[in-house]
């Protein structure tokens, strides 16, 4: 499929990325969690009900029943539904879970509020989060609970595997970042090597047959991972239909690069980076074209983009960066050089 198809991963995936900047969440609704009765937090009900009360996200509003909509946009912003979250959440209370990893955080609500449930019913002794978005929330909640950890990386490069393969314990894991078949068996493929049949238990929620690539990921690899684990079955999906995105560690710049022929070297060296292909950035002409020469795909093209802001210290407006500007590195870097600076810190409109 060409990748500029309106119906490509890619074009879908554009779509979204000007909700890409990460949202500080109000960590004040964890109380909620912390101070109801364990009763009423192991009633899938009445757990189905305070959900809503702890803040549910907006990113995609048109994916949340009407009725949900005034719980959106404020507090946790947790990006899964209520009736499904809430028997997910009760199902884990009986398994003594000690370790947590969560692929996919997006703004943290559903991270925090799975650890926050999980310390009222055990010794919850690590909670790790991931992303290819940062997430500052993460890293002020860490602050109060010392054991949680966050990585900014994309799942789909070798330091994925390496972070998981480095964890001394892996009791639950989450994953909720890409949304293609061939990503979700890459990231599902380094747990299922990390899990330890003595200990481990690698929790599958079964999910319907979704046009995104997850659902076969997840029927085509329940096989495998039951001979092992064991699984949570539901009649439906856990979370909706919705790609993610984050990116390694860089390094700033000093100041905003000038001229065209700096900012050019500097788009190569990114995607050199991205590709994880020595020396591509003396290879690739001015003229390449970044989708269809360098060949990114969904997810790469989001990393690029982040990095390409925090490099640059532009703000991207991607409601005005249109497909054509990636025809070419050089039409890109002229674009980004009419774009306004944004300073290291600096808020973004």
């Given at each position: 499929m060409n990748p500029l198809d309106p119906d490509s991963v890619l074009a879908r995936s554009w779509k979204k990325l000007k909700r890409l900047h990460p949202l500080a969440i109000d960590l004040r609704p964890l109380e909620l969690l912390r101070s109801a009765p364990l009763e009423q937090l192991l009633d899938p009900e009445l757990l189905r009900d305070l959900i809503p009360r702890l803040g549910l996200n907006d990113d995609g509003l048109e994916e949340?029943?009407?009725?949900?909509?005034?719980?959106?946009?404020?507090?946790?912003?947790?990006?899964?539904y209520p009736i499904q979250f809430a028997p997910y959440l009760v199902a884990l209370a009986r398994l003594g879970v000690r370790s947590y990893l969560e692929v996919g955080v997006r703004h943290g609500g559903t991270f925090v509020a799975t650890v926050e449930y999980l310390l009222r019913f055990g010794a919850l002794e690590r909670a790790q989060g991931i992303d290819i978005m940062p997430c500052p929330t993460l890293e002020q909640y860490a602050v109060e609970r010392p054991f949680v950890r966050?990585?900014?990386?994309?799942?789909?490069?070798?330091?994925?595997?390496?972070?998981?393969?480095?964890?001394?314990?892996?009791?639950l894991a989450l994953v909720d970042a890409n949304h293609t078949e061939h990503e979700c068996r890459r990231e599902c493929a380094h747990l299922v090597r990390r899990a330890d049949s003595r200990s481990a238990r690698y929790r599958q929620l079964?999910?319907?047959?979704?046009?995104?690539?997850?659902?076969?990921?997840a029927r085509a690899g329940r096989a495998r991972l039951l001979r092992v684990h064991s699984a949570i079955r539901r009649t439906r999906a856990l979370h909706g239909h919705r790609p993610r995105g984050a990116t390694t560690g860089n390094q700033r710049c000093s100041g905003r690069l000038e001229g065209s022929a700096a900012m050019i070297r500097t788009l190569k060296e990114?995607?050199?980076?991205?590709?994880?292909?020595?020396?591509?950035?003396?290879?690739l002409a001015d003229s390449a074209d970044i989708v269809a020469e360098v060949g990114l795909d969904s997810l790469e093209m989001m990393e690029f983009l982040l990095e390409v802001e925090s490099r640059l210290e532009v703000e991207i407006d991607f409601d005005q960066l249109d497909f054509s500007y990636l025809s070419s590195i050089e039409k890109l870097a002229q674009h980004l050089a009419s774009r306004p600076?944004?300073?290291?810190?600096?808020?973004?409109s």
């Open positions: 949340m029943p009407p009725e949900l909509h005034a719980a959106c946009g404020v507090g946790l912003r947790i990006w899964q966050f990585a900014r990386m994309n799942t789909q490069a070798p330091a994925f595997a390496e972070l998981v393969a480095a964890l001394p314990t892996l009791d079964r999910l319907p047959r979704r046009a995104d690539g997850v659902g076969r990921a990114i995607l050199e980076k991205i590709k994880l292909s020595p020396g591509l950035a003396d290879r600076r944004v300073p290291p810190g600096g808020a973004r």
